[in-house]
């Protein structure tokens, strides 16, 4: 879809810098034997790599922007079954009493924001792009349609929980759960367009930090620390707080 149409160059620039993301994400998690890559990370590797906008902070359906492209981009690992959209305003949106009416409701909110992103940036298609990670420690890559639901074809599916709605428009499954307001989709990690190995890489990780990482902006190297016994609210050193708690 679009990955595959990416150069070379860029897509192997693209695998570097995932691998030094999750090296970073092993310091943190350092027992975890799956590689640990942060959803804000990915996105900011994507749209550095490819050159698209990062819609990642506003309020639409999209993570990144290119000229007619929208690009939700994820990472996770474990279930495929992962959240695409919130619908936490009642007013707004608010939630009938019977589940197939629920599932009707949220088809019905998802694909108004969906043509909503779509009209107000002038997109002619939109998919989802996602990284998936596994205990063999290999990374996947793979890309799927961001389709609209087919509400006529809505058919709900057995759930023992009746806080989730289970339902499916005959391509997708969909489960939406009332009491965190949540939509979630089951992502298909069966086929990935690229993939490679976790490894332990001086030179990517160097790179990532270059490019990726955030700079200073204070050019000066600093030999000390600050570190204020007083309470910078109040202009006081407090009895027990902070360094001075003993």
């Not at 804000?40 to 902070?57: K, M, P, Q, T, Y």
């Not at 989730?164 to 089951?186: A, E, Q, T």
């Amino acid at each position: 879809m679009f990955y595959n149409l990416q150069p070379k160059q860029n897509r192997t620039i693209y695998k570097r810098f995932l691998n030094a993301a999750a090296i970073l994400g092993n310091l943190n998690s350092p027992k975890s034997v799956v590689p640990q890559i942060s959803s804000r990370a990915s996105e900011d590797i994507f749209c550095r790599v490819f050159n698209a906008e990062d819609l990642g902070r506003k309020d639409v359906s999209i993570n990144a922007y290119k000229p007619n492209d929208g690009i939700g981009i994820k990472t996770f690992q474990g279930p495929k079954m992962q959240k695409i959209a919130e619908f936490n305003n009642r007013k707004k949106y608010p939630i009938p009493p019977k589940p197939l009416q629920i599932a009707y409701s949220i088809a019905e909110y998802r694909n108004k924001r969906l043509s909503k992103t779509a009209n107000d940036l002038s997109l002619d298609r939109m998919l989802y792009h996602y990284v998936y990670r596994n205990k063999s420690q290999e990374i996947q890559i793979f890309e799927q349609e961001m389709a609209a639901i087919n509400i006529n074809r809505i058919q709900l599916l057995k759930s023992t929980n009746p806080e989730i709605i289970k339902f499916s428009d005959g391509i997708s499954r969909y489960s939406f759960n009332k009491s965190k307001s949540v939509l979630y989709l089951s992502f298909s990690v069966d086929r990935p367009l690229d993939s490679f190995i976790y490894h332990y890489n001086k030179k990517d990780f160097e790179y990532y930090i270059e490019n990726i990482l955030p700079k200073s902006k204070n050019k000066e190297s600093q030999n000390n620390v600050v570190l204020k016994l007083f309470n910078q609210r109040k202009n006081i050193v407090e009895l027990k707080s902070g360094l001075n708690q003993w």
